[in-house]
């Protein structure tokens, strides 16, 4: 019941995640090159 | 448009071959050449369009200098948003989706059949963003801050439009990515183009991620207007809606442009390319037909879901179905039917109608069903002004897409060395 | 005089001995966890539709002074008003069944404001004690307008460099232990100033020690989620021009789902695309496309 008397921000998680998004697509590049790796030359 | 067949087969060869650039000078003199207009200036394109062009960018000095109040716009404090970002940028960004949907079906399931268009409706897609999206500048109030949101001042991660913003920003670099094959054939740039044409994927799997979010994203900004849009329009799924109607709008944009495209620029499709366009048509008329048939009970779903059945048999209601009948089900149905018949003059009337179907959805959204309970004498209408503006931009970005399908291999065949690299 | 007077006449003056003291804010709290909401009670059976408010709001912020004469008012009540880009507070006057009814209207200043969630600057920011202000990082996309359900903020549509306009709970004077320019000048007290759990307590402890004056609800305690400006009434409050179809959920959960989605579809969406583009491969001599299936960039640069 405090949120009827005090501010808290609902969304103060969104900037952590869109930070590991932001990690996680920069590390799929690789993964993707390393999901590829056992490709017949 | 006969001022536009100009080429000779000896012109086009003299293009497939790259040009000579060793250095900046070079780069100087190629571009000035490649400025100068081909063949006849006073097409009747021409003199319609420009006069309109040159009107527009005098109303947009005069809307930077004066504000967006009367004259220049009918905007007020309970119509926020009008013609501008309504139809230029939310309608416009709809009916860019072509793009992202073709990159699908080219490069993800791999529909070599839709592969002659993709980059025509690529390069339609960034020039749309670049201009549709880029009039935001236009349309906010304080648009020397626009950078706010790109640089921290400050990062609104609350905020729906936040996304939006850097979606547009991430997306007209991915496209640009994604087209940037052409601009180095263009160019003769082997180095640059091998290079580019290894990064389309990554491109487009950004590109599709990036529009799904914001095409739903322009449907979320519009979630706090609860108590103003009208129940058969609101909807917790809003999102949703906008993005699946995004499938059709974009595609039929891509019917309706490149049936103007195909016939402009006929002198440039080899004969292979002629062949397949029909087929592509049905093909794409096909997927409009099976998504707006989804869409459509979609929607009836959502009104039984919100409990707003009771409003249809209201003038507002009437203006519903007019909408969602004459809009949607009958574009469904002729879509099919010229799929079913090859018929390509119905695939283009179901387009058009489904492009309209489109606007009257996106701007129900913005100004018609929002506030819909306003009296008459306060709703909001464009200005001629808001209008030549629109016009302007949409005539500046034909003009540029011309000249680059002239001068670059957008629908020609790329030249030989660029094809002996393989997929795009 | 006879007792029920008196004891009218006593329990008044206990109250606005009481409400005098709530009319001064204590200091507020420098960030200490748990800084509670600041607000207004405004009761509509004590305003007189003087619109002394409204001149001392636009004596505090700079605005335009209102004319606020007998023969103007009359004229100006005549037909309900909004809140402008140059005026953040107004008087109303509704005919209703107790007679005619003066009500301030100015920005509800909710708990979870959805004009907040809607700004992408956070231009509009909710303040810990209460008060939800504007700044000037502003880029004017007008989103907080169509996101408040009660269209409080404005826009100065005729200027080149337009801000957006509303109460702001005179932040700057909160700041300097001074109460709202509107409150200072009531003559009648109908504006009380107090934390949101002090107003609350008062406005309730009104309806209970006046049964037949007040309508049993405070208006702006759950609606929205809460908001800070707390309105009596002695009429059903359709009728002095509140809308009663706007819920109890704060206004920002209405944007949370697709918020909420985001992430997934970001994680998502290109493993399934890098699944479907690696299993539509043919296997067999295709190394030319398997050359063109790996990423080296995401075209973020």
Redesign the interface.
Known sequence: MNELFTYHDMFSSKGPEYIIIIIFLIIIIGFWAFVNMNAKR | MAGEKLETVAVAAEKAESPKIKSFGDFIDFLKKELKPEGSIATPFNIISLPIMLLGYVFIVLR???????PI?N????Y??GLWIGFDVVTGVAFAGGAYVLC?IV????AEKYHPIIRATVLNGFLAYLFYAGAIVL?????W??Y??MVG???????????V?WHFF?YM??E???FSPAIAEWLGARKARK?L???????V?????LS??HQ??LG?????????IHPLWYT?FI?ILYFVSSIFAGLSLVIFEGSISHKVFAYQLDEHHKEQYNDILVGLSRICAVVMFGYFFLKILLVVHGHAVKYINTPMGYWWLLEMIGFVLVPCFAFLRGAQREDTALIKFAAIITMIGIILNRLNYTFIA?NWYVPLSEKYWPTPIELTVTASIILTEIWVFRWMVRRMPVLREPPAWAKAM??D | MDRRDFLKIMGSGFASIAGADLLIPKRPLASTPGTEFYGILVDTTRCIGCRRCELGCAEVNGLPLPDISESTNQTVLKTPRKTTDRQYTIINKYETSEGPIYVPKRCMHCNQPGCVAACPVKAMRKREQGHVTWDVNCIGCRLCMISCPFDIPKHEYSKAFPRIQKCNLCWDRFNQGQLPGCVEVCPTQALMFGTRRQILEEGKRRIAANPGKYVDHIYGEYEVGGTSHLYLSAVPFEQIGFRNDLGTVPYPEYSTGFLYAVPFIFVLWPIAMLGMNRGTKKENGEEKEEHHGEETDKGKH
């Open positions: 930077l200098a004066s504000g967006l109040g009367k716009t905007l007020s404090q309970q926020p948003w699908f490069y993800i399931l791999r349309d906010i109030g304080r648009w801050n626009i706010n949101p001042n400050n990062f609104g991660v609350n905020a729906v439009m936040f996304l913003a991430l670099l991915a640009l990515v994604e290079i044409g290894a990064m389309t994927l990554g491109a799997i950004f590109g599709i991620t799904t979010l739903s994203g979320a900004l519009m979630m706090m207007a609860k108590s103003k917790e999102p929002y393989g997929h």
